[in-house]
């Protein structure tokens, strides 16, 4: 198995789009968990308390701000980290939402989810992971793209070596 970091240089086009996305992706999260603890929720309080429109706890608020700050680590360090924080995160938070619509009407509902926490999940895990996967999972990446050359290296070689042939001025005697 080939390991994609080797391949990809640190500072590659496609780092900007991962740090993009965490960054965004980290600084809606953060905003929301700081808004939820501003105001004064109890930590397990399900009563119905609302940030930006969603459903809210000082427990919900705290995880945001996490997961928040670990999206800006992510951003500052860029990358394949970021890529694959990206994906992991958006994957976490698909299961985060199916989880939680199967507690909605339950006692075990402790982070005050209702429906449009569910959808926000939803959204939020879809656009992280396609900031993570931007780039690196495609049917017809182009042959000069890292991820690509590390997935097929004999053809990436006799690519080289077959462009370096043409771009060679020719003897002439």
């Known amino acids: 198995m080939a390991r994609l970091d080797e391949h990809l240089p640190v500072d590659h086009r496609l780092s900007s789009v991962y ?33 930006a429109g969603l459903n809210t706890n000082g427990t919900l608020s705290i995880l945001s701000i996490c997961v928040g700050l670990l999206l800006f680590i992510g951003m500052v360090i860029g990358g394949n980290f970021a890529s694959t924080l990206n994906m992991v995160l958006g994957v976490l938070f698909i299961l985060s939402g199916f989880i939680n619509l199967a507690l909605l009407d339950t006692d075990y509902n402790f982070l005050a989810f209702h429906l449009q926490n569910v959808l926000f999940s939803f959204v939020v895990g879809l656009m992280l992971m396609m900031f993570g996967m931007y780039g ?5 990446l182009p042959h000069d793209n890292p991820y690509w050359q590390a997935r097929h290296p004999e053809q990436a070689a006799q690519e080289l070596r077959h462009s370096r042939r043409q771009s060679m001025p020719i003897a002439r005697s």
């Open 19 to 51: 740090r993009v996305g965490a960054g965004l992706m980290g600084l809606v999260l953060l905003a929301f968990g700081i808004l939820g603890l501003i105001n004064k929720i109890g930590f397990f309080d399900t009563g119905g308390a609302t940030v």
């Open 136 to 140: 690196r999972v495609s049917g017809g």
